[in-house]
């Protein structure tokens, strides 16, 4: 940064310099303006950044006092260095640290009032800290306003710490409002929160639990209140779920975290309450018996919170053109979400998801003190890869049948191409076997609750965050106007203590609306502003409109958009089965196996077929995986992928039939993937394989599905 520069003469200053211990308080003020502040007000409009880095209360308050107190000591200790120098020295450089730090003070409103070219933006600043550099050396009354400025290097931390949004992290015990009068009706409470379950996904033709397919569904619905119109406010678990918990509509740029949610089911039962939960992906339970040990990249050093702030503190000063040199600072990264994120679902649903809710099932029973037990189980979400009878297999990459991620169209992202409806229909194929094991989970559920006697006395709710959609041409999460029947229906069942018989409520229902109901069959008085109803009310009216939010971009996922819908809209069921002639309601879930362009020739023979050679091979993705098939250990590879080459040769994909060991075991269309490649992929059942190696052989389908066409491989 250029500096104007004076040694002391007859003419300049007009009174002595200062004194050092006085120009070092200069410089302590000044590098407040310069570096602190900026960070304090930026940061402290975001506390997100402070829980997405797990920073405890003592860590933020380390933190202020550090760039109070740091950033200063730099220029000083190089003037107190130059003082060695001889005072002409020391006073050069007490007059460019004072340049230096003015300019730096300027940059940032600069760029935020104009776009300047960098060369000229830091043009600026210079003469800026120059000509205030030139103030400091010849007028007195400049040196004393810096000497009164000094008191802003205790003012600007104490204001970021308890006058800021940042406040309720330091004091993160004033901000909880948990339920202190008693409960009236304090009564077991199970809650169960299913990811990514669609609603139309359970319903047979007559807008009915389908019984045939998931008998554990049927029976739930058959003993407590199915609230037929549910719909989630959020398509995107981070928000949903907080938005299920708090009885609050989404708000923007809050980490589901206690620290921003201290208002919960959990924190209104947890006086009275004994906690047992479940909480793989947020972390809104407070209370001791909640605490989980740290993922590595939450044990975050405090060096590593300042380098962060550091780097945001870079960017307000580098001119936009230079900013893509600097570490992207998209919100995500600023406030560390993507990290977040990553410990908090990816890894999750990686781990083993049936497993984790089935020991939390065998958890239950009978207590001395109330208790809640509460699981968010990540099922039926993707990926999907678990067979009804919980046997895992090789689950296909994320793009397999979806086109490849598109930053720069929201809606794109996860999305069916509107020409591989076989894609769609072959994912939603698999989702609804996972939903089977969905379903034999709450079987389980339910059967612990009958053997442990607390089926009758409990407070039992079944719903999900959000839903899924399959529809080719579509967003498989991202909530659309045109999606919205597959991604906000949800089911919600609700058991009340003592509560035998089934009925159905058509009112229009909210997830938000789920705590007021908890709350009031237990008799407990919530004490934060809320926005759902309680719906156990007869009388409660279901409302003129449904909202729901959305992430407004890819690179901003917790910056929401909002979509308004009528209330009387009904759940369009059928557009959910958009592919519901190959996967007929009413049959069990297993059957779903048997479909593709040719069921019947599943179970057949190859060498009962007529067979005829083709001028194309399949190549087999994983073949490898064959050779030594380990049952019951380990996944099963029932997943069979490949490409049929070369593609010339080839006028359209074909339809397949994939045999092991000589029996055909499925059936499938053949996709132009994202590479322009002719690909195919089908799922087989986990009966197909035997214990060590396994032959797999892939033919195409001549017209009218009788003939096999040899694919040599």
């Given at each position: 940064?250029?500096?104007?520069?004076?040694?002391?003469?007859?003419?300049?200053?007009?009174?002595?310099?200062?004194?050092?211990?006085?120009?070092?308080?200069?410089?302590?003020?000044?590098?407040?303006?310069?570096?602190?502040?900026?960070?304090?007000?930026?940061?402290?409009?975001?506390?997100?950044?402070?829980?997405?880095?797990?920073?405890?209360?003592?860590?933020?308050?380390?933190?202020?006092?550090?760039?109070?107190?740091?950033?200063?000591?730099?220029?000083?200790?190089?003037?107190?260095v130059a003082r060695l120098f001889g005072p002409r020295a020391w006073w050069a450089a007490q007059l460019l640290c004072v340049s230096g730090l003015v300019g730096l003070t300027v940059l940032p409103p600069l760029h935020r009032a104009v776009a300047l070219p960098p060369s000229l933006a830091l043009g600026v600043a210079a003469v800026a800290g120059g000509l205030a550099a030139r103030a400091y050396a010849q007028r007195h009354a400049v040196r004393q306003l810096c000497s009164l400025?000094?008191?802003?290097?205790?003012?600007?931390?104490?204001?970021?710490?308890?006058?800021?949004?940042?406040?309720?992290?330091?004091?993160?015990?004033?901000?909880?409002?948990?339920?202190?009068?008693?409960?009236?009706?304090?009564?077991?409470?199970?809650?169960?929160?299913?990811?990514?379950?669609?609603?139309?996904?359970?319903?047979?033709?007559?807008?009915?639990?389908?019984?045939?397919?998931?008998?554990?569904?049927?029976?739930?619905?058959?003993?407590?209140?199915?609230?037929?119109?549910?719909?989630?406010?959020?398509?995107?678990?981070?928000?949903?779920?907080?938005?299920?918990?708090?009885?609050?509509?989404?708000?923007?740029?809050?980490?589901?975290?206690?620290?921003?949610?201290?208002?919960?089911?959990?924190?209104?039962?947890?006086?009275?309450?004994?906690?047992?939960?479940?909480?793989?992906?947020?972390?809104?339970?407070?209370?001791?018996?909640?605490?989980?040990?740290?993922?590595?990249?939450?044990?975050?050093?405090?060096?590593?919170?300042?380098?962060?702030?550091?780097?945001?503190?870079?960017?307000?000063?580098?001119?936009?053109?230079?900013?893509?040199?600097?570490?992207?600072?998209?919100?995500?990264?600023?406030?560390?979400?993507?990290?977040?994120?990553?410990?908090?679902?990816?890894?999750?649903?990686?781990?083993?998801?049936?497993?984790?809710?089935?020991?939390?099932?065998?958890?239950?029973?009978?207590?001395?003190?109330?208790?809640?037990?509460?699981?968010?189980?990540?099922?039926?979400?993707?990926?999907?890869?678990?067979?009804?009878?919980?046997?895992?297999?090789?689950?296909?990459?994320?793009?397999?049948?979806?086109?490849?991620?598109?930053?720069?169209?929201?809606?794109?992202?996860?999305?069916?191409?509107?020409?591989?409806?076989?894609?769609?229909?072959?994912?939603?194929?698999?989702?609804?076997?996972?939903?089977?094991?969905?379903?034999?989970?709450?079987?389980?559920?339910?059967?612990?609750?009958?053997?442990?006697?607390?089926?009758?006395?409990?407070?039992?709710?079944?719903?999900?965050?959000?839903?899924?959609?399959?529809?080719?041409?579509?967003?498989?999460?991202?909530?659309?106007?045109?999606?919205?029947?597959?991604?906000?229906?949800?089911?919600?069942?609700?058991?009340?203590?003592?509560?035998?018989?089934?009925?159905?409520?058509?009112?229009?229902?909210?997830?938000?609306?789920?705590?007021?109901?908890?709350?009031?069959?237990?008799?407990?008085?919530?004490?934060?502003?809320?926005?759902?109803?309680?719906?156990?009310?007869?009388?409660?009216?279901?409302?003129?409109?449904?909202?729901?939010?959305?992430?407004?971009?890819?690179?901003?996922?917790?910056?929401?958009?909002?979509?308004?819908?009528?209330?009387?809209?009904?759940?369009?069921?059928?557009?959910?089965?958009?592919?519901?002639?190959?996967?007929?309601?009413?049959?069990?879930?297993?059957?779903?196996?048997?479909?593709?362009?040719?069921?019947?020739?599943?179970?057949?023979?190859?060498?009962?077929?007529?067979?005829?050679?083709?001028?194309?091979?399949?190549?087999?993705?994983?073949?490898?995986?064959?050779?030594?098939?380990?049952?019951?250990?380990?996944?099963?590879?029932?997943?069979?992928?490949?490409?049929?080459?070369?593609?010339?040769?080839?006028?359209?994909?074909?339809?397949?039939?994939?045999?092991?060991?000589?029996?055909?075991?499925?059936?499938?269309?053949?996709?132009?993937?994202?590479?322009?490649?002719?690909?195919?992929?089908?799922?087989?059942?986990?009966?197909?394989?035997?214990?060590?190696?396994?032959?797999?052989?892939?033919?195409?389908?001549?017209?009218?599905?009788?003939?096999?066409?040899?694919?040599?491989?």
């Open positions: 940064m250029a500096a104007v520069t004076a040694a002391p003469s007859s003419d300049s200053p007009r009174r002595p310099p200062p004194r050092l211990a006085a120009g070092a308080l200069h410089l302590f003020a000044l590098s407040g303006f310069a570096v602190a502040q900026p960070l304090y007000d930026l940061l402290g409009r975001y506390p997100t950044f402070f829980v997405a880095h797990g920073a405890a209360p003592a860590t933020i308050v380390g933190f202020a006092l550090a760039f109070a107190v740091l950033p200063p000591l730099l220029p000083i200790a190089f003037t107190t400025l000094a008191v802003t290097a205790v003012i600007f931390p104490l204001v970021f710490l308890f006058h800021s949004p940042v406040a309720s992290l330091v004091r993160p015990a004033a901000a909880a409002a948990g339920a202190t009068q008693p409960i009236a009706r304090p009564v077991p409470v199970v809650m169960v929160v299913f990811d990514e379950l669609a609603l139309g996904a359970l319903l047979d033709d007559a807008g009915g639990i389908d019984a045939g397919r998931f008998p554990s569904f049927a029976a739930l619905a058959a003993g407590a209140t199915w609230y037929r119109n549910a719909t989630t406010v959020a398509d995107y678990t981070p928000v949903a779920v907080p938005a299920l918990l708090t009885g609050q509509l989404p708000d923007h740029n809050r980490i589901p975290v206690s620290a921003e949610h201290p208002d919960t089911l959990f924190s209104l039962l947890a006086p009275h309450y004994r906690l047992e939960v479940l909480e793989p992906v947020t972390q809104l339970c407070a209370a001791p018996s909640c605490a989980r040990p740290p993922a590595d990249s939450e044990r975050l050093r405090p060096a590593l919170l300042v380098g962060d702030a550091l780097v945001i503190w870079l960017h307000m000063l580098a001119p936009p053109a230079w900013r893509t040199q600097l570490p992207d600072i998209g919100r995500q990264w600023t406030f560390r979400f993507e990290h977040w994120l990553k410990d908090n679902l990816t890894a999750p649903v990686r781990g083993d998801r049936a497993g984790s809710f089935a020991a939390f099932v065998e958890r239950i029973a009978p207590q001395p003190q109330p208790t809640l037990w509460f699981a968010h189980v990540l099922l039926p979400h993707y990926p999907y890869e678990y067979f009804p009878s919980g046997v895992r297999y090789n689950a296909p990459p994320a793009d397999f049948h979806r086109r490849p991620l598109d930053l720069d169209q929201r809606q794109a992202m996860l999305a069916w191409p509107a020409d591989n409806r076989a894609g769609a229909a072959a994912e939603q194929q698999r989702y609804l076997l996972q939903l089977g094991l969905v379903d034999r989970l709450l079987g389980r559920l339910l059967e612990r609750l009958h053997a442990t006697g607390l089926y009758d006395d409990a407070l039992l709710i079944v719903t999900a965050d959000h839903g899924v959609s399959f529809r080719p041409g579509e967003s498989q999460r991202f909530l659309t106007a045109s999606n919205a029947d597959d991604i906000l229906w949800v089911p919600l069942f609700i058991k009340a203590p003592g509560q035998r018989d089934g009925l159905i409520d058509d009112r229009s229902v909210q997830t938000i609306d789920v705590l007021p109901t908890v709350a009031a069959l237990l008799g407990a008085a919530i004490t934060w502003r809320i926005d759902g109803v309680d719906r156990h009310n007869p009388a409660a009216p279901g409302g003129t409109e449904k909202v729901a939010f959305t992430p407004a971009s890819l690179d901003n996922q917790l910056d929401l958009t909002k979509l308004t819908l009528s209330a009387e809209r009904p759940l369009q069921a059928a557009g959910w089965q958009a592919q519901a002639e190959l996967f007929p309601p009413g049959t069990p879930v297993e059957t779903l196996l048997a479909n593709g362009p040719s069921p019947h020739l599943i179970g057949q023979r190859v060498e009962q077929l007529v067979r005829r050679p083709t001028p194309f091979r399949a190549e087999l993705f994983d073949a490898a995986l064959y050779d030594d098939v380990r049952r019951p250990r380990g996944a099963v590879p029932a997943f069979v992928r490949g490409r049929l080459m070369p593609s010339d040769a080839i006028d359209a994909p074909p339809p397949l039939a994939i045999a092991v060991n000589g029996v055909i075991a499925a059936t499938t269309d053949s996709f132009i993937g994202s590479d322009g490649r002719v690909q195919f992929g089908a799922l087989l059942p986990e009966s197909a394989f035997r214990a060590g190696a396994n032959r797999v052989e892939v033919f195409g389908i001549a017209i009218g599905g009788q003939i096999l066409l040899r694919l040599d491989q």
